[in-house]
């Protein structure tokens, strides 16, 4: 996979006078949701990130402050900036990403394809660029 698979996914929102809802459901999502997980209290200067996954897809989503995503396939690298609750930044398989200029308050919300495995990281920059060059 590469950064051509990356997309930007405009999550449904439910508006009335009480305030927003936004919704991340199933069918609507490019893999079905097997485990949710935030960040927050990043501490200003902090790097999340930085690896690749084998098999794992992932939605991030600012649900509150803003963050930077660096992508990366091997071959090209572009920043993502996400600061809306109600945008989710879709990242296939095999794309190097790092997280830095985290906003004070930020959150940032990840939907996974799949449960944690640490052996599904691939958390080297170098065996990830020869991997992804192969
Ligand atoms: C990603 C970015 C956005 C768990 O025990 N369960 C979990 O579900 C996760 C995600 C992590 N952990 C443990 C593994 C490490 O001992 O929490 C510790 C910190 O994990 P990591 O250094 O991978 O955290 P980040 O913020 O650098 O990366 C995480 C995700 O791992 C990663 O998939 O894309 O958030």
Known sequence: MGLEQVKTLELPVVSDVRGNLAVAEGGALPFAIARAYWLYDVPSGSMRGGHA?????????ALSGSFDVVLDDGKARRTVTLNRPDRGLYIPTGVWRELE????????????SEPYDESEYVRDYGEFLASANR
């Open 53 to 61: 996954h084998k098999s794992n897809q992932q939605i991030l989503v």
């Open 101 to 112: 200029n985290f906003s004070a308050g930020a959150v940032c919300l990840a939907l996974a």
